[in-house]
């Protein structure tokens, strides 16, 4: 059983940052294909961004692409969340997701990730 903890989220004004951090437990780390999601009230769960086992690939949503950098420390068991110039509209709750599969690596789909953590807020006011 893999367990995710989210954590580094907070109250920010537009254009500041935050960096999200996601410690895993109970399954080699570098074994798994990580990703990040955030919900919104109201919204469907959606795919912020996603990185392979050993960090050499990445894959963001258009809509963080240039703000958001997504990156692995696998001797830590981490994944970290870079969120620069934040705006109103990055406001949710943001999920960290892991899986084993080979086939999950860079996926945009939540149900392709077996395993979440139980999410940490970010809210940007304007």
């Known amino acids: 059983q893999v367990q995710l903890v989210e954590s580094g989220g907070g109250l920010v004004q537009a254009g500041d940052s935050l960096r999200l951090s996601c410690v895993a437990s109970?399954?080699?780390?570098?074994?798994?294909?990580m990703g990040w999601f955030r919900q919104a009230p109201g919204k469907e769960r959606e795919f912020v961004t996603a990185?392979?086992?050993?960090?050499?690939?990445?894959y963001y949503a258009d809509s963080v692409k240039g703000r958001f950098t997504i990156s692995r420390d696998n001797a830590k068991n981490t994944v970290h969340l870079q969120m620069n110039s934040l705006k109103p509209e990055d406001t949710a709750l943001y999920y960290c997701?892991?899986?084993?599969?080979?086939?999950?690596?860079?996926?945009?789909?939540?149900?392709?990730?077996?395993?979440w953590g139980q999410g940490t807020q970010v809210t940007v006011s304007s």
């Open positions: 997701a892991a899986d084993l599969r080979s086939a999950v690596s860079g996926s945009r789909y939540p149900t392709s990730y077996s395993y």
């Open positions: 109970g399954r080699t780390f570098s074994s798994l294909n």
């Open positions: 990185i392979s086992r050993s960090g050499r690939n990445t």
